[in-house]
């Protein structure tokens, strides 16, 4: 009998066992060092903490500077006060970690020691589930309420899969299909929603192009990001510092990513040749990475210099 209960129970573990994904991530190495962001993203309370605080004070500054004249665009900022005054107003967010948790496609692909790729991606946006960033949808809410049209600018990529090959953009049919899922405004309106590739205008990660088009028919009085190319192109932004770094708290509401953004690509700039497999690029980013870890502080100007 107490072997037919081993047994039974065994049998009850086996499809378990199966199931689990890898409890050790295999190679390449690069994928694991991603850990502890994924993770601080999925399990720190700190986390939550501060993308709640982002949006609570972008809610206050509804009533405040956003509500002022003026706009959030530098692509807008050659317009006359009177031209912005007679338009509409927009606010406009990016998706990913800044109002879509995708951090569940991270895991997976850390449990498999897997970086990043285009063709996993494709599959998760077709999931349609990703969840809200902590306080993400509260704000868009408030946004709407107040009156401003949201518009949604992502770099997900507009591309036709092998496996649907008649859909020219099944990004945007499963991303749409997320945000009403979520209950967010304006998502059961095609043009609030504007993904890399939609247009020929538009194939670049830079967002100026989308601004700009928006900027058209709208005065943007917020920009909501995770990546400084949310707001501004980061060659701008290095050049204009003095000018721009205070609209951040104003106009402009900055959530945290550790785990990927332009900020990591400009650090492995270069690092890898068009010929190499993604293993090699992906050792020679890691060695790149490396290579600029701040060991020392920088030397203090010597007094009277
Ligand atoms: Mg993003």
Redesign the pocket.
């Known amino acids: 009998m107490k072997k037919l209960i081993a047994a039974l129970v065994g049998m009850l573990f086996i499809p378990l066992v199966l199931a689990r994904p890898a409890a050790t991530p295999v190679s390449p190495v690069t994928a694991r060092e991603q850990l502890n962001a994924t993770l601080w993203l999925q399990r720190a309370t700190e986390y939550e903490l501060a993308t709640r605080q982002v949006y609570r004070l972008a809610t206050e500054r509804l009533t405040t500077v956003i509500a002022a004249p003026g706009s959030a665009a530098t692509e807008q900022w050659g317009s006359t006060a009177a031209q912005l005054a007679a338009l509409p107003t927009a606010i406009v967010v ?5 109002v879509l948790d995708n951090t569940y496609y991270q895991a997976r692909q850390l449990l498999q020691g897997r970086e990043y790729e285009e063709a996993s991606w494709q599959a998760w946006m077709q999931e349609a589930a990703a969840t809200a960033i902590p306080g993400a949808v509260e704000f868009l809410r408030a946004a709407a309420a107040a009156g401003h049209k949201i518009y949604y600018v992502t770099n997900r990529l507009c591309q036709p899969l092998a496996s649907s090959p008649a859909d020219e953009c099944p990004a945007r049919t499963a991303t749409l299909r997320n945000l009403r899922a979520l209950g967010l405004p304006n998502s059961d309106e095609a043009e609030t929603l504007m993904l890399r590739g939609e247009r020929p205008q538009w194939s670049s990660s830079d967002k100026s192009a989308r601004r700009a088009s928006i900027a058209e028919r709208y005065r943007i009085v917020a920009l909501v ?3 400084l190319r ?1 707001f501004v192109d980061r060659p701008v932004f290095e050049a204009r510092r003095g000018e721009l770094e205070g609209l951040f708290g104003a106009r402009w509401f900055l959530l945290p ?1 550790p785990i990927y953004g332009s900020w990591e690509r400009e650090l492995t700039s270069g690092a890898c040749a068009p010929s190499m497999s993604s293993m090699d690029c992906a050792a020679q980013s890691l060695t790149r990475k490396y290579q600029q870890l701040k060991p020392q502080p920088a030397a203090r100007p010597t007094p009277g210099s």
């Open positions: 990016d998706l990913d970690e800044t990001g995770d990546d949310d990513n």
